[in-house]
Nanobody
Framework: VQLQAYGGGLVQAGESLRLSCAHSERTFGRMVVAWFRQAPGKEREFVAAMSLRDRSTAYADSVKGRFAISRDTAKNTVYLQMNSLKPEDTAVYYC???????????????????WGQGTLVTVSS
């Protein structure tokens, strides 16, 4: 499974950005796809995840109500729509995927075997 994350950039606080995670696997429909982020000097943290089988979702408390994860089956792409961005959202964002993750493990980066290369999001104040 190959993942490619893109869409990062420099925005001002309060603005929006949409990240994309393109995947190469036709059987992606059985996977869980997640977004993680890592700020300078900090550990990688969970942002959002979606089961592509039933479209259930989960979000970190810090992004609930501002970020939304979605999919476009025809384009083999999962999106992370980020609204009302804050300077503390500045990080490298990664998409990740795997097939056998129970919901309670969605939040743990070590559970995912497939990773995209990361895309930098910078939010200025």
């Amino acid at each position: 499974v190959q993942l490619q994350a893109y869409g990062g950039g420099l925005v001002q606080a309060g603005e929006s950005l949409r990240l994309s995670c393109a995947h190469s696997e036709r059987t992606f429909g059985r996977m869980v796809v997640a977004w993680f982020r890592q700020a300078p000097g900090k550990e990688r943290e969970f942002v959002a995840a979606m089961s592509l089988r039933d479209r259930s979702t989960a979000y970190a408390d810090s992004v609930k109500g501002r970020f939304a994860i979605s999919r476009d089956t025809a384009k083999n792409t999962v999106y992370l729509q980020m609204n009302s961005l804050k300077p503390e959202d500045t990080a490298v964002y990664y998409c990740a995927a795997d097939t056998t993750i129970i919901r309670s493990s969605w939040y743990t980066s070590a559970q995912y075997h497939y990773w995209g290369q990361g895309t930098l999001v910078t939010v200025s104040s």
